[in-house]
């Protein structure tokens, strides 16, 4: 089976530009987790989905990022403008709810944005 | 607030031995989930093992097991016959309720062949 797949797996821009991440969920699973990792703060969970709806976004830093989820099989994390301390790796997440209770989040492998 | 403490910021071990890796965590919840994950160089991040709270067994995945000590809020991750693939960062991650995961600051995991 295919696992959670990301994209761009790299991505520079300069500061002020508008950065959009994707990310395909696995088939199936009905929770989609956006997270961030750096040096300073570790991994951090940014905003979660259940069923395309987000649940918890207490995590988004700023107004100036936004994660949609218009179907089961595809996500967005945007940010705009992007400014250099955005410069991160940032991972999708996805798990399915089994005996009531969601299981395992499986990661996929990340995008690492650069903002100049 | 929940939190998961990593001690040890690097460890390292010969090819073949057996290594522990520390994790401790605060929390007020009684029914919660532990896991470890590993990120190897390629930044991918693998399930190692997880870990129920009401269960009393320590969960073992082949070369990987755990000591869970639920009073002591520790779950340590044991390597047996360490292998050159081993090396990675290690994160002990925490989730309750129905999806907070909350990651420790990882162990650097080196393998001396």
């Known amino acids: 089976d295919a696992g959670v797949i990301q994209s761009p797996r790299h991505e520079v821009t300069e500061m002020g530009q508008e950065v959009t991440l994707r990310c395909k969920p696995i088939?199936?699973?009905?929770?989609l987790f956006w997270y961030r990792q750096t040096m300073m703060r570790g991994l951090e969970l940014l905003i979660y989905f259940n069923n395309n709806v987000p649940i918890d976004d207490s995590g988004m830093p700023e107004d100036r990022f936004s994660a949609k989820m218009p179907n089961a099989s595809f996500s967005t994390l945007k940010i705009q403008p992007s400014e250099p301390r955005d410069s991160a790796v940032y991972f999708c997440?996805?798990?399915?709810?089994?005996?009531?209770?969601?299981?395992?989040?499986?990661f996929g492998p990340g995008t690492r944005l650069t903002v100049l | 607030a929940q939190t998961v403490t990593q001690s040890q910021p690097e460890m390292s071990v010969q090819e073949a031995e057996t290594v522990t890796l520390s994790c401790t965590y605060d929390?007020?919840?009684?029914?919660?989930?532990l896991f470890w994950y590993k990120q190897p160089p390629s930044r991918q991040m693998i399930l190692v093992i997880r870990?129920?709270?009401?269960?009393?067994q320590n969960a073992t995945e082949n070369r990987f097991s755990v000591n869970f000590q639920k009073a002591a809020k520790s779950f340590s991750l044991k390597i047996s016959d360490s292998q050159l693939g081993d090396a990675a960062m290690y994160f002990c991650a925490f989730r309750w309720g129905a999806q907070k995961l909350v990651f420790g600051q990882g162990t650097r995991l080196t393998i001396n062949p």
């Open positions: 088939s199936g699973h009905d929770y």
């Open positions: 997440a996805s798990s399915r709810r089994t005996s009531g209770v969601p299981d395992t989040q499986y």
């Open positions: 870990q129920e709270a009401y269960k009393q």
């Open positions: 929390t007020s919840e009684s029914d919660y989930y």
